[in-house]
């Protein structure tokens, strides 16, 4: 059984890295947002946006060399920058839409916490899979350069 539980972490070691860098992430994200609603006038999308920002910075210097193997690079940066963009367009369309749509039914901080909920596990696993792709063709290119 023990041999098995270290076979599956081996091959998922990649999805694992990422998910524990992402909780880490997340956490910082949510708790940075949850006080900005709760201390200030920003609006929700506002203080989404702050909180993805800083779980970007923290998500790439632990993500691009510890679970995508790659070195600091301006490519390795302009890929980490490009898929979040594009998951951040994601997480506060995902946030606000499903705010929105579950307000009317449950309280406003219920409300948050399902919109946050879905704008971090949507985008969770297409930017890990965007980026796994991506970082491989980087990974790809670096070694023909080498040769």
């Known amino acids: 059984m ?3 539980i270290v076979a599956l972490c081996r091959r998922f070691r990649m999805l694992l890295s990422y998910f524990s860098h992402s909780v880490i992430c997340t956490a910082v994200d949510v708790a940075l947002v949850w006080i900005l609603l709760k201390t200030t006038a ?4 506002a203080a989404n946006t702050v909180g993805v920002i800083t779980g970007f910075i923290l998500g ?3 993500d691009v060399r510890l679970t995508f193997l790659s070195r600091y690079s301006p490519l390795t940066f302009a890929v980490y920058l490009g898929t979040f ?3 951040l367009a994601l997480a506060d369309w995902l946030i606000l839409r499903t705010y929105e749509l579950v307000r009317p039914s449950v309280s406003e901080s219920l409300a ?4 946050k ?9 297409a930017l890990y899979f965007l980026r796994k792709y991506l970082y491989g063709l980087v990974r790809r290119r670096e070694e023909k350069k080498q040769k």
């Not at 948050?112 to 919109?115: S, Y």
Request: no cysteine.
């Open 2 to 4: 023990k041999e098995q």
């Open 42 to 45: 920003l609006p929700l999308v």
């Open 60 to 62: 790439f210097f632990l």
């Open 85 to 87: 963009l594009l998951g």
């Open 112 to 115: 948050f916490l399902i919109g």
């Open 117 to 125: 909920g879905a704008s971090v596990v949507i985008p969770f696993f």
